[in-house]
Protein backbone atom coordinates (compact mmCIF):
# COMPACT_ATOMS: atom_id res chain seq x y z
CA UNK A 1 0.00 0.00 0.00
CA UNK A 2 1.81 3.07 -1.15
CA UNK A 3 -0.93 5.62 -0.58
CA UNK A 4 -2.13 7.92 1.72
CA UNK A 5 -6.28 7.91 1.95
CA UNK A 6 -8.32 10.99 3.40
CA UNK A 7 -12.32 11.14 3.94
CA UNK A 8 -14.30 12.91 2.88
CA UNK A 9 -13.22 13.69 -0.36
CA UNK A 10 -15.50 16.99 0.00
CA UNK A 11 -17.24 18.78 3.14
CA UNK A 12 -19.69 21.49 3.60
CA UNK A 13 -20.19 22.81 6.62
CA UNK A 14 -21.70 25.58 8.80
CA UNK A 15 -19.68 27.78 10.51
CA UNK A 16 -21.34 26.32 13.90
CA UNK A 17 -21.00 22.78 12.87
CA UNK A 18 -18.37 19.83 14.44
CA UNK A 19 -16.51 17.86 11.89
CA UNK A 20 -13.55 16.13 11.70
CA UNK A 21 -11.10 15.25 8.43
CA UNK A 22 -9.48 11.94 8.49
CA UNK A 23 -6.16 10.74 6.53
CA UNK A 24 -4.85 7.12 7.05
CA UNK A 25 -1.77 5.50 5.19
CA UNK A 26 -0.17 1.86 5.80
CA UNK A 27 3.68 2.74 4.59
CA UNK A 28 4.97 2.87 8.06
CA UNK A 29 5.90 6.31 7.82
CA UNK A 30 6.68 8.06 11.01
CA UNK A 31 5.58 11.67 10.23
CA UNK A 32 2.51 13.04 8.96
CA UNK A 33 1.40 16.42 7.80
CA UNK A 34 -1.59 18.66 7.37
CA UNK A 35 -1.19 21.49 4.56
CA UNK A 36 -3.95 23.91 3.28
CA UNK A 37 -4.30 25.17 -0.07
CA UNK A 38 -6.39 28.03 -1.53
CA UNK A 39 -6.76 28.50 -5.27
CA UNK A 40 -3.37 29.30 -6.73
CA UNK A 41 -1.65 29.10 -3.88
CA UNK A 42 1.23 27.29 -2.84
CA UNK A 43 0.54 24.74 0.01
CA UNK A 44 0.78 25.96 3.81
CA UNK A 45 2.13 23.81 5.83
CA UNK A 46 -0.32 23.77 9.23
CA UNK A 47 0.77 21.14 11.56
CA UNK A 48 3.47 18.16 11.74
CA UNK A 49 3.46 15.06 13.74
CA UNK A 50 6.55 13.07 14.24
CA UNK A 51 6.56 9.67 15.49
CA UNK A 52 3.05 10.63 16.58
CA UNK A 53 3.78 13.89 18.30
CA UNK A 54 2.71 17.11 17.66
CA UNK A 55 6.34 18.69 16.96
CA UNK A 56 5.22 22.14 14.56
CA UNK A 57 1.79 23.95 14.84
CA UNK A 58 2.62 26.88 12.12
CA UNK A 59 0.52 29.22 13.77
CA UNK A 60 -2.59 28.03 13.06
CA UNK A 61 -5.74 29.24 14.93
CA UNK A 62 -7.92 26.82 17.76
CA UNK A 63 -10.55 26.09 15.65
CA UNK A 64 -8.55 23.79 13.78
CA UNK A 65 -7.45 20.70 16.18
CA UNK A 66 -5.25 17.79 15.05
CA UNK A 67 -5.20 14.64 16.51
CA UNK A 68 -3.16 11.60 15.68
CA UNK A 69 -4.28 8.10 17.46
CA UNK A 70 -1.40 6.11 16.14
CA UNK A 71 1.13 6.10 13.64
CA UNK A 72 -1.30 5.16 10.43
CA UNK A 73 -4.01 7.63 11.40
CA UNK A 74 -4.38 11.94 11.17
CA UNK A 75 -6.88 14.09 12.10
CA UNK A 76 -8.00 17.09 11.81
CA UNK A 77 -10.96 18.56 14.14
CA UNK A 78 -12.92 21.34 13.01
CA UNK A 79 -15.02 23.68 14.99
CA UNK A 80 -16.70 26.61 14.12
CA UNK A 81 -14.77 27.86 11.02
CA UNK A 82 -15.08 30.74 9.03
CA UNK A 83 -15.51 30.90 5.28
CA UNK A 84 -11.91 31.93 4.52
CA UNK A 85 -11.01 28.45 5.85
CA UNK A 86 -12.67 26.95 2.59
CA UNK A 87 -9.77 25.46 1.04
CA UNK A 88 -8.38 21.84 -0.05
CA UNK A 89 -6.82 20.39 3.11
CA UNK A 90 -4.03 17.90 2.08
CA UNK A 91 -2.59 15.29 4.30
CA UNK A 92 1.10 13.98 3.66
CA UNK A 93 3.30 11.39 5.52
CA UNK A 94 6.90 10.46 4.53
CA UNK A 95 9.42 7.97 6.51
CA UNK A 96 10.67 10.42 8.77
CA UNK A 97 10.08 13.79 9.44
CA UNK A 98 11.48 16.73 6.73
CA UNK A 99 12.52 13.65 4.43
CA UNK A 100 10.87 15.46 2.06
CA UNK A 101 14.20 15.46 0.08
CA UNK A 102 15.56 12.14 -0.63
CA UNK A 103 11.77 10.94 -2.29
CA UNK A 104 9.38 13.17 -1.28
CA UNK A 105 6.24 13.51 0.45
CA UNK A 106 2.99 11.08 0.00
CA UNK A 107 0.26 13.24 -0.16
CA UNK A 108 -3.21 12.04 -0.50
CA UNK A 109 -6.35 13.66 -2.60
CA UNK A 110 -7.39 16.31 -0.40
CA UNK A 111 -10.15 17.54 1.38
CA UNK A 112 -12.34 20.28 -0.62
CA UNK A 113 -14.00 22.01 2.31
CA UNK A 114 -16.14 24.41 1.82
CA UNK A 115 -17.56 26.94 5.04
CA UNK A 116 -21.01 28.29 5.03
CA UNK B 1 7.40 35.74 2.89
CA UNK B 2 7.27 33.21 0.07
CA UNK B 3 10.95 31.54 -0.54
CA UNK B 4 10.22 29.40 -3.50
CA UNK B 5 8.29 31.59 -6.40
CA UNK B 6 7.20 30.09 -9.91
CA UNK B 7 6.36 33.66 -11.86
CA UNK B 8 4.51 31.88 -14.76
CA UNK B 9 1.14 30.63 -13.45
CA UNK B 10 0.38 28.62 -16.98
CA UNK B 11 2.06 27.07 -19.80
CA UNK B 12 1.26 25.65 -23.15
CA UNK B 13 3.37 23.98 -25.40
CA UNK B 14 2.76 21.41 -28.67
CA UNK B 15 2.96 17.23 -28.19
CA UNK B 16 6.62 16.52 -28.87
CA UNK B 17 7.88 19.91 -27.90
CA UNK B 18 9.95 20.50 -24.84
CA UNK B 19 8.38 22.11 -21.89
CA UNK B 20 10.19 24.02 -19.34
CA UNK B 21 8.90 25.13 -15.87
CA UNK B 22 10.62 27.44 -13.83
CA UNK B 23 11.52 27.72 -10.43
CA UNK B 24 13.20 30.40 -8.31
CA UNK B 25 14.17 30.60 -4.34
CA UNK B 26 16.03 33.13 -2.12
CA UNK B 27 16.95 30.61 0.90
CA UNK B 28 20.36 29.53 0.04
CA UNK B 29 20.41 27.07 2.68
CA UNK B 30 18.10 24.77 1.05
CA UNK B 31 19.51 21.89 0.23
CA UNK B 32 17.01 19.71 -1.94
CA UNK B 33 15.02 20.51 -4.60
CA UNK B 34 11.97 18.33 -6.00
CA UNK B 35 9.20 18.91 -8.36
CA UNK B 36 5.44 18.04 -7.71
CA UNK B 37 2.88 17.48 -10.45
CA UNK B 38 -1.26 17.50 -9.61
CA UNK B 39 -3.67 16.59 -11.33
CA UNK B 40 -7.25 17.54 -11.09
CA UNK B 41 -8.89 16.07 -7.90
CA UNK B 42 -5.32 14.56 -6.58
CA UNK B 43 -2.62 15.38 -4.32
CA UNK B 44 0.29 16.60 -5.68
CA UNK B 45 2.68 13.73 -6.55
CA UNK B 46 6.24 13.66 -6.27
CA UNK B 47 8.35 13.70 -9.82
CA UNK B 48 11.76 14.36 -9.56
CA UNK B 49 14.34 16.05 -7.24
CA UNK B 50 17.68 17.63 -7.02
CA UNK B 51 20.42 17.59 -4.64
CA UNK B 52 22.10 20.99 -4.10
CA UNK B 53 25.57 19.17 -4.72
CA UNK B 54 24.17 18.34 -8.14
CA UNK B 55 23.28 20.69 -11.19
CA UNK B 56 21.15 18.33 -13.28
CA UNK B 57 19.21 14.78 -12.29
CA UNK B 58 17.49 13.21 -15.02
CA UNK B 59 14.79 10.70 -15.31
CA UNK B 60 13.05 9.30 -18.84
CA UNK B 61 11.60 12.28 -20.07
CA UNK B 62 11.79 15.00 -17.27
CA UNK B 63 15.13 16.66 -15.87
CA UNK B 64 15.72 19.30 -13.59
CA UNK B 65 18.81 21.63 -13.66
CA UNK B 66 20.08 23.53 -11.04
CA UNK B 67 21.91 26.86 -10.69
CA UNK B 68 22.52 27.31 -7.27
CA UNK B 69 24.56 30.98 -8.00
CA UNK B 70 21.19 32.11 -9.58
CA UNK B 71 19.32 30.09 -7.34
CA UNK B 72 17.13 28.95 -9.84
CA UNK B 73 15.80 25.69 -11.20
CA UNK B 74 13.89 24.35 -13.95
CA UNK B 75 12.33 21.48 -15.33
CA UNK B 76 12.25 19.98 -18.67
CA UNK B 77 9.75 17.57 -20.44
CA UNK B 78 10.87 16.01 -23.91
CA UNK B 79 9.01 15.00 -25.39
CA UNK B 80 5.82 16.25 -24.45
CA UNK B 81 2.66 14.52 -23.95
CA UNK B 82 -0.89 15.44 -23.63
CA UNK B 83 -0.84 13.19 -20.51
CA UNK B 84 1.56 15.68 -18.90
CA UNK B 85 -0.78 18.60 -18.70
CA UNK B 86 -1.00 19.30 -14.82
CA UNK B 87 -0.03 21.87 -12.19
CA UNK B 88 3.57 21.25 -11.43
CA UNK B 89 4.49 22.50 -8.29
CA UNK B 90 8.24 23.36 -7.07
CA UNK B 91 9.29 22.30 -3.68
CA UNK B 92 12.75 23.69 -1.56
CA UNK B 93 13.71 21.82 1.64
CA UNK B 94 16.61 22.37 3.92
CA UNK B 95 18.23 20.11 6.62
CA UNK B 96 15.38 19.01 9.65
CA UNK B 97 12.99 21.85 8.24
CA UNK B 98 9.98 21.69 6.25
CA UNK B 99 9.32 22.03 2.61
CA UNK B 100 8.70 25.01 0.71
CA UNK B 101 5.98 25.24 -2.14
CA UNK B 102 6.04 27.42 -5.08
CA UNK B 103 1.99 28.01 -6.53
CA UNK B 104 2.41 26.41 -9.38
CA UNK B 105 2.59 25.95 -12.90
CA UNK B 106 -0.71 25.21 -14.91
CA UNK B 107 1.36 23.22 -18.18
CA UNK B 108 -1.37 22.20 -21.34
CA UNK B 109 0.18 19.88 -23.84
CA UNK B 110 -1.95 20.77 -27.06
CA UNK B 111 -1.96 17.51 -29.71
Known amino acids: DTEVTQTPKHLVMGMTNKKSLKCEQH?????MYWYKQKAKKPPELMFV???????INESVPSRFSPECPNSSLLNLHLHALQPEDSALYLC???????????????FGSGTRLTVV | DQQVKQNSPSLSVQEGRISILNCDYT??????FLWYKKYPAEGPTFLIS?????DKNEDGRFTVFLNKSAKHLSLHIVPSQPGDSAVYFC??????????FGAGTRLTVKP
Open chain 1, 92 to 106: ASSQTPFTGGTGGYT
Open chain 2, 27 to 32: NSMFDY
Open chain 1, 49 to 55: YSYEKLS
Open chain 1, 27 to 31: MGHRA
Open chain 2, 50 to 54: ISSIK
Open chain 2, 91 to 100: AASAISNDMR
